[in-house]
C-alpha cells in the first residue's frame, strides 16, 4: 500500500498492530476519524492513554480494576469461600451477566500453553494455590474454557491443591467443546454454573 502521507502510513500501521484488523480496515478507521471533529480523536487517545497509565489489577482475583481491591472483592455479600477460576476479564463480565454466580473470581490471565509459550510461571496460579491453602475456602470452579489447554490447565491447579479438603468443581458441559466462555448466552452460562460437576469424578471418567 503506498500512501501519499507519512502521518497517514504511520497512523494506519499502528491501527493495522491491532487484531483482526487488517491495512485496509485500518485506512477506513484512520480516514473515519479524520473526518470527525478533532475532539473524537482526542477523546479515544485521551481514553487510551489513561486506561493504560492508570489500569490496576485487582491484588486478590487479579482481573482489570479501578481499585486496588475490586468491586467484587471488596464486597462483604459476596461468597468469598467460593472461588470461580476464570482465563480473562471477559469470562468474569460473562457469569456476573447471569446474575447467579455471587462468589469471588481469580484472574489467571491465560491458559497453559506451551505451543505459545506460555507456561504455569506466566500465569496467576501461585497466588491461587496460595488464597486456597491459607484462607478459608470452600469450593474451587474450574471455568476455562473447554479446550486441551483448558484441561491442562485445569489440572495443573487440581495437582497442587487436592490435598486441600475443599471441593473441586468444573462449569456443566452446556458450554460446548472449544468454546470460549464469554460467547455463550447468559442462560446457557448460568445453567452450566448451576450444575457443576465435581472436577476429580471428571476426569476419572476421561
Ligand atoms: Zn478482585
Same mark, same amino acid.
Given at each position: 500500500?503506498d500512501? =501519499?502521507?507519512?502521518?497517514?502510513?504511520?497512523? %494506519?500501521?499502528?491501527?493495522?498492530?491491532?487484531?483482526g484488523?487488517?491495512? $485496509?480496515?485500518?485506512? $477506513?478507521?484512520?480516514?473515519?476519524?479524520? @473526518?470527525? =471533529? &478533532?475532539?473524537?480523536?482526542?477523546?479515544?487517545s485521551?481514553?487510551?492513554?489513561?486506561?493504560?497509565?492508570?489500569?490496576?489489577? /485487582? $491484588? !486478590? /482475583?487479579?482481573?482489570?480494576?479501578?481499585?486496588?481491591?475490586?468491586?467484587?472483592?471488596?464486597? =462483604? !455479600?459476596?461468597? *468469598?469461600?467460593?472461588?470461580?477460576?476464570?482465563?480473562?476479564?471477559?469470562?468474569?463480565?460473562?457469569?456476573?451477566?447471569?446474575?447467579?454466580y455471587?462468589?469471588?473470581?481469580h484472574?489467571?490471565?491465560?491458559?497453559? !500453553? =506451551?505451543?505459545?509459550?506460555?507456561?504455569?510461571?506466566?500465569?496467576?496460579?501461585? &497466588?491461587? %494455590?496460595e488464597?486456597?491453602?491459607? !484462607?478459608?475456602?470452600?469450593?474451587?470452579?474450574?471455568?476455562? &474454557?473447554s479446550?486441551?489447554?483448558?484441561?491442562?490447565?485445569?489440572?495443573?491447579?487440581?495437582? @497442587?491443591?487436592?490435598?486441600?479438603?475443599?471441593?473441586?468443581?468444573?462449569?456443566? $458441559?452446556?458450554?460446548?467443546?472449544?468454546?470460549?466462555?464469554?460467547?455463550?448466552?447468559e %442462560?446457557?452460562?448460568?445453567r &452450566?454454573?448451576? *450444575?457443576? %460437576?465435581?472436577?476429580?469424578?471428571?476426569?476419572?471418567?476421561?
Amino acid at each position: 500500500m503506498d500512501f =501519499p502521507s507519512k502521518l497517514l502510513e504511520n497512523a %494506519v500501521n499502528e491501527v493495522a498492530q491491532l487484531p483482526g484488523i487488517g491495512k $485496509r480496515t485500518a485506512l $477506513r478507521l484512520v480516514l473515519f476519524l479524520l @473526518q470527525q =471533529p &478533532s475532539d473524537q480523536t482526542m477523546a479515544l487517545s485521551n481514553s487510551l492513554l489513561a486506561l493504560r497509565n492508570d489500569i490496576k489489577y /485487582c $491484588r !486478590s /482475583c487479579h482481573t482489570i480494576s479501578d481499585n486496588e481491591l475490586c468491586e467484587i472483592c471488596s464486597n =462483604p !455479600s459476596r461468597d *468469598h469461600a467460593t472461588i470461580c477460576v476464570v482465563e480473562d476479564i471477559r469470562d468474569v463480565m460473562a457469569l456476573e451477566n447471569t446474575q447467579l454466580y455471587k462468589g469471588i473470581y481469580h484472574v489467571l490471565g491465560g491458559k497453559i !500453553s =506451551p505451543i505459545d509459550g506460555i507456561g504455569p510461571g506466566q500465569l496467576n496460579i501461585k &497466588s491461587l %494455590v496460595e488464597k486456597v491453602r491459607n !484462607s478459608k475456602v470452600n469450593e474451587l470452579i474450574f471455568a476455562l &474454557s473447554s479446550t486441551m489447554e483448558g484441561d491442562t490447565t485445569n489440572f495443573y491447579i487440581y495437582r @497442587q491443591i487436592k490435598d486441600c479438603e475443599i471441593i473441586t468443581s468444573t462449569i456443566a $458441559r452446556g458450554i460446548a467443546v472449544g468454546d470460549e466462555l464469554q460467547y455463550a448466552d447468559e %442462560v446457557t452460562l448460568g445453567r &452450566s454454573l448451576l *450444575h457443576r %460437576v465435581p472436577f476429580d469424578k471428571e476426569f476419572k471418567d476421561l
